[in-house]
T-cell receptor, first 110, second 113 residues
Framework: AQRVTQPEKLLSVFKGAPVELKCNYS??????LFWYVQYSRQRLQLLLR??SRESIKGFTADLNKGETSFHLKKPFAQEEDSAMYYC????????????FGQGTRLTINP | DGGITQSPKYLFRKEGQNVTLSCEQN?????MYWYRQDPGQGLRLIYY???????QKGDIAEGYSVSREKKESFPLTVTSAQKNPTAFYLC????????????FGPGTRLTVT
């Protein structure tokens, strides 16, 4: 069964420090990986997806099939990055449903 | 104003009562989804629908029911059979096709006492 694991429920870093939110997955086929973010009092929204290979708000994430990971990174954290982050996986074949990780609450301290 | 709406924002019910949560979208999306969000457990899929008049169970469908009579609407009924119904419920929608982004509603917080 496919599964997404985010080992850190809470992560706290200082402004300007590097940030890495961990995500590991288990899936027998070729998955699509996403990061969703929920800022305070806002809706859950897509941050980035691995197939786009893009940087959004300074965040990047590389799919590492060997380590089955999709860690989210930002070299210099900003206070506005404080939010709840969810890693999600979708099968490339089959139903268009997502499997979400448990989420990591990121707090950026001034 | 386009988007996905859920109503009401807060809902209170007595144990043993069925309750229906509304989800409407005007994005012309084919697919719609219901998730349950609990602290420390992330989002878990309850039901999803990829086309009108068709829907499939997700990972935690027991005690829930849905209908998809219109493209725009995907109501979720929390029945009295759901053992732990108090939660935050999120509805989402997406286009059909490769790598569709899911757009989420604001959520409904249901409290059953």
């Amino acid at each position: 069964a496919q599964r997404v694991t985010q080992p850190e429920k809470l992560l706290s870093v200082f402004k300007g420090a590097p940030v890495e939110l961990k995500c590991n997955y288990s899936y027998s086929g070729s998955p699509e990986l996403f990061w969703y973010v929920q800022y305070s009092r806002q809706r859950l929204q897509l941050l980035l997806r691995h197939i786009s290979r893009e940087s959004i708000k300074g965040f990047t994430a590389d799919l590492n099939k060997g380590e089955t990971s999709f860690h989210l990174k930002k070299p210099f954290a900003q206070e506005e990055d404080s939010a709840m982050y969810y890693c999600a996986l979708r099968e490339i074949q089959g139903a268009q449903k997502l499997v979400f990780g448990q989420g990591t609450r990121l707090t950026i301290n001034p | 104003d386009g988007g996905i709406t859920q109503s009401p924002k807060y809902l209170f019910r007595k144990e043993g009562q069925n309750v229906t949560l509304s989800c409407e979208q005007n994005l012309n999306h084919d697919a719609m989804y219901w998730y349950r969000q609990d602290p420390g457990q992330g989002l878990r899929l309850i039901y999803y629908s990829q086309i009108v008049n068709d829907f499939q169970k997700g990972d935690i469908a027991e005690g829930y029911s849905v209908s998809r009579e219109k493209k725009e609407s995907f109501p979720l009924t929390v029945t009295s059979a759901q053992k732990n119904p108090t939660a935050f419920y999120l509805c989402a929608s997406s286009i059909a096709g490769v790598s569709p982004e899911q757009y989420f509603g604001p959520g409904t917080r249901l409290t059953v006492t």
